[in-house]
């Protein structure tokens, strides 16, 4: 396990962190295909699609040619949600990581190099919500690299935010992770991080059954204010 260390980005980072953010984010798109694949809505409609191309056309091969199509086409769907997320952020806090997370009153930007990588990032900003009578700050983008998983970075990224919300006298954190980001979910529950509601992305989310869950990080003084 090679030693590693956490400080804030630099703009020469901004390749490596832009290319760690949308892999993160992209590497998901086969476990989505495969939920998409397998829900019985899907399995009928492709069954009903085909049989009727058969039934139509009495060629096989062009039943073969259709299932191809049909797949691609479920794999693009998966590909798109996640592709738009990546879109989206490089056009909005990420096209500028300096103006938007470094020059702003309390937030910050992290990377976590090893062997002179950047093999980890997180980052996190203020929640605005007048709303509320408490402060909060949201943890975003969390990821690390496939190859240094498992090595405790991640849990270190989070524990920096952690810390940097209590130096902002934040009484909570919150954040908000895809019901398909398996091992994001058990770190940030497994780190004291309660699931507090889901919401749906896109009408697409919704008809796959695949919700985001918003976790709250309550620092002992609020849970004990709130008993």
Aim: charged share 15%; proline share 4%; with cysteine.
């Amino acid at each position: 396990m090679a030693p590693y260390h956490i400080r804030k980005y630099q703009e020469s980072d901004r390749k490596p962190v832009l290319d760690l953010f949308s892999n993160g984010l992209l590497e998901h798109i086969p476990i989505t295909f495969y939920k998409m694949l397998i829900l019985p809505q899907t399995l009928l409609f492709i069954l009903g699609v085909l049989f009727s191309i058969l039934l139509v056309s009495g060629s096989w091969f062009l039943v073969i040619v259709s299932s191809f199509i049909l797949l691609a086409f479920l794999w693009l769907l998966a590909r798109y949600t996640w592709k738009n997320r990546v879109d989206l952020s490089l056009r909005t806090d990420m096209a500028d990581i300096t103006k938007s997370y470094l020059r702003a009153c309390g937030s910050c930007f992290w990377v976590a190099e090893s062997g002179g990588q950047v093999v980890g990032i997180v980052c996190a900003l203020p929640e605005e919500n007048p709303a509320l009578e408490k402060k909060q700050l949201r943890l975003r983008h969390l990821s690390v690299a496939m190859e240094h998983r498992g090595e405790g970075i991640g849990k270190a990224l989070v524990r920096t935010v952690l810390q940097f919300a209590r130096e902002q006298g934040c009484s909570e954190v919150v954040l908000t992770s895809s019901v398909l980001q398996y091992a994001a979910l058990g770190l940030y529950q497994g780190m004291g991080f309660q699931k507090t509601r889901h919401s749906f992305y896109s009408w697409l989310s919704r008809l796959r059954g695949t919700p985001l869950f918003h976790f709250t990080y309550c620092f002992p003084s609020a849970q004990e204010g709130a008993l």
